[in-house]
């Protein structure tokens, strides 16, 4: 009877750290899901269409620049029969 009574005994305290381990997860997932409530949302689609977004405004970015360093010789070309002082001033203004 000593016996049972001790398994029953056991078995009580097994449970309650049971209980609490569980209360201690599901309060710590309470406050996760809270201060990722106060984050902004940001879906999967919503993902790829900012990383969509930011590479292809890296890439015009880069092209473009690549193209200007490209015509740039024949705009001041350009610029110079049209318009020599407007060069001369601008060379003044660089350096």
């Known amino acids: 009877m000593d016996l049972i009574l001790y398994k029953l005994d056991e078995l009580k305290a097994g449970e309650e750290v049971l209980y609490n381990e569980f209360e201690d997860v599901r309060n710590q ?19 790829f269409q900012l990383a969509l977004g930011k590479i292809a405004s890296y890439t015009g970015n880069k092209l473009a620049d690549e193209i200007f360093e490209a015509l740039k010789p024949q705009i001041i070309a350009f610029l110079m029969l049209q318009s020599p002082q407007l060069v001369e001033h601008l060379h003044k203004l660089i350096g």
Do not use: C, R, T
């Open 29 to 47: 997932i309470k406050i996760d899901f809270l201060a990722l409530q106060s984050q902004y949302p940001l879906g999967k689609k919503s993902y």
